[in-house]
Structure formats: structure tokens, C-alpha cells
T-cell receptor, first 113, second 111 residues
Framework: EPEVTQTPSHQVTQMGQEVILRCVPI?????FYWYRQILGQKVEFLVS????????KSEIFDDQFSVERPDGSNFTLKIRSTKLEDSAMYFC???????????FGNGTRLTVT | DAKTTQPTSMDCAEGRAANLPCNHS???????VYWYRQIHSQGPQYIIH???NNETNEMASLIITEDRKSSTLILPHATLRDTAVYYC????????????FGTGTRLAVRP
């Protein structure tokens, strides 16, 4: 069964550094998402992306965050200047169309020191 | 999207049916009930969804009451690998992209 894949599985970075989290959504999917989960807390929506533009974003997704689909297969989340509170699991998800269920990757654990 | 209420935790014996309840008393007519689960350290996994009819797939069954104010996810023969947090989410397809996750029910399957 096709999967959403995320790399790296674990990223450690220093506060203030830029980090890029990478995702390869399922190949025929058109809608792409990033969620995050701080340890012990709920899964939180960050952003959705369709037709090469952001369709919705949460309050968490401020100017430090950006997303890009640089080619036909990758979908990236960039955090420009990481803060300690950005430490979390970041999940990428995709869906084939607006009515189909979301498929999530297994996440990247980001640790900011 | 309507709010949902789920028990914080449940357990069941391996091989028995696990019945996970969800209350969504403020659900409106165009809102679907979705179930996802999250096994430790993994991403959420879609299980099943429905509008008003009961649904069944290879993973589970979804029973929605006639008034749609509550539903039950049934795992017919729970295994140890079904130990996870189960999320009941109510969402209208027209309400935008995002899913809003609550705290879910932590299901522990005992050997």
C-alpha cells in the first residue's frame, strides 16, 4: 500500500537555526498538510496546501514557517529560525481529493536545543 | 465542527471486541464522523468514516445512532497491535481542509 514518507525521522538543531522537514506524499494525491504534536499534547493542524498554494493555515503557522512543493514529489516544511518551543513531532499528510481520508506519515521528531 | 466526547481510556482482552464510544450531540446534518488512531510514536491512521448509515471495512465497524448524536467504533477481534489512542472527529466536508484532533481514547488491549 502506498505510504507518505518523511525524512529525517529525527532532527536535532540549535535554537535560531533553519530546518527543513521533508515529505513525499502519495503520488496521485493533490492535497498536502503539515500537523505537529508536542510531546504529551494533541495533534495540531499547521497548514494545508493545494494547487501550489496554501489553502488554510493555523495561528501556529506564523512568518517563521513556510511550505513548498519544489518538484512533483516532495513537500517541505521550513522553519526559518527555530525556537525551543518548536520541539515536536511533525507529521505530513496527503489526500487524493477533498472527500477522501487523510494519510499521515510517521513523522519527524524535531528537537531544538 | 461539532465537539466530540470520548472516554479517556479503556481496555479490553485480546481476541474480544473493543467497543469505543463517542458522543457528538451537537452534530449537524452535513457533518461526518471520522475515526483515526495513533499507535505510539506513529502518525495518525485513518480507520473509517460515516454520515448516518453504519459502515464496515477490513479494520472496523462504525455504528451511528439514529439521531446521530453518538457513535461506536467496533474492533471485532482486538489484538495487541490495536493498542493505540483512538480519535473520533466530526467534520463537515465543506468546512475546510483541516481535521481537529481531541485527546481521544487510549485503548489498551490485554493479553
Amino acid at each position: 500500500e502506498p505510504e507518505v514518507t518523511q525524512t529525517p525521522s529525527h532532527q536535532v538543531t540549535q535554537m535560531g537555526q533553519e530546518v527543513i522537514l521533508r515529505c513525499v506524499p502519495i503520488s496521485n494525491h493533490l492535497y498536502f498538510y503539515w500537523y505537529r504534536q508536542i510531546l504529551g499534547q494533541k495533534v495540531e493542524f499547521l497548514v494545508s496546501f493545494y494547487n501550489n498554494e496554501i489553502s488554510e493555515k493555523s495561528e501556529i503557522f506564523d512568518d517563521q514557517f513556510s511550505v513548498e512543493r519544489p518538484d512533483g514529489s516532495n513537500f517541505t516544511l521550513k522553519i526559518r529560525s527555530t525556537k525551543l518551543e518548536d520541539s515536536a513531532m511533525y507529521f505530513c499528510a496527503s489526500r487524493e481529493n477533498i472527500n477522501s481520508p487523510l494519510h499521515f506519515g510517521n513523522g519527524t521528531r524535531l528537537t531544538v536545543t | 465542527d461539532a465537539k466530540t466526547t470520548q472516554p479517556t481510556s479503556m481496555d479490553c482482552a485480546e481476541g474480544r471486541a473493543a467497543n469505543l464510544p463517542c458522543n457528538h450531540s451537537t452534530i449537524s446534518g452535513n457533518e461526518y464522523v471520522y475515526w483515526y488512531r495513533q499507535i505510539h510514536s506513529q502518525g495518525p491512521q485513518y480507520i473509517i468514516h460515516g454520515l448516518k448509515n453504519n459502515e464496515t471495512n477490513e479494520m472496523a465497524s462504525l455504528i451511528i445512532t439514529e439521531d446521530r448524536k453518538s457513535s461506536t467504533l467496533i474492533l471485532p477481534h482486538a489484538t495487541l497491535r490495536d493498542t493505540a489512542v483512538y480519535y473520533c472527529i466530526v467534520r463537515a466536508r465543506s468546512s475546510g481542509d483541516k481535521l481537529t484532533f481531541g485527546t481521544g481514547t487510549r485503548l489498551a488491549v490485554r493479553p
